[in-house]
């Protein structure tokens, strides 16, 4: 099974969520389905700075699974983790890997990967 995961809820979501429960699973190969991307809104956007220890280890982990990594380009823009104009903005100062964009372009680039499942966290 293939799941895509959107990190949306504000506070704790992703730093306690997805650095204590699902990336050490991704990393020991226990998680159980196939991630096939993650996309981050608002302050979760910011677990994918550069320099970052869990964004640094889901980044490896990303490159290795062939995951997508992709923030809300809005939220990138507002918060300095990209530049450029919204529809066209380019990622600076995150993880390697990382892609901006709005739904348009999660949908694109999950095409290929087509997940069974949507989890919204």
Do not use: W
């Not at 730093?15 to 699902?22: A, N, P, Q």
């Not at 980044?59 to 809005?74: F, N, T, Y």
Request: net charge negative; charged share 20%; proline share 4%.
């Amino acid at each position: 099974m293939k799941v895509a995961y959107v990190f949306s809820t504000s506070g704790h979501t992703a730093s306690y969520k997805l650095g204590k429960m699902i990336l050490p699973q991704l990393e020991q190969g226990t998680h159980g389905v196939e991630v096939v991307g993650m996309f981050f809104f608002d302050d979760n956007t910011y677990l994918l700075r550069a320099g970052d220890p869990v964004g640094e280890r889901l980044g490896r982990v990303a490159a290795e699974q062939g995951m997508l990594l992709m923030l809300c380009d809005q939220c990138a823009l507002e918060r300095c983790l990209a530049e450029g104009e919204i529809g066209a903005a380019v990622p600076t100062g995150t993880v390697a890997g990382v892609r901006v964009g709005c739904f348009p372009d999660l949908y694109a680039a999950l095409a290929d990967g087509r997940p069974d499942h949507v989890i919204t966290l």
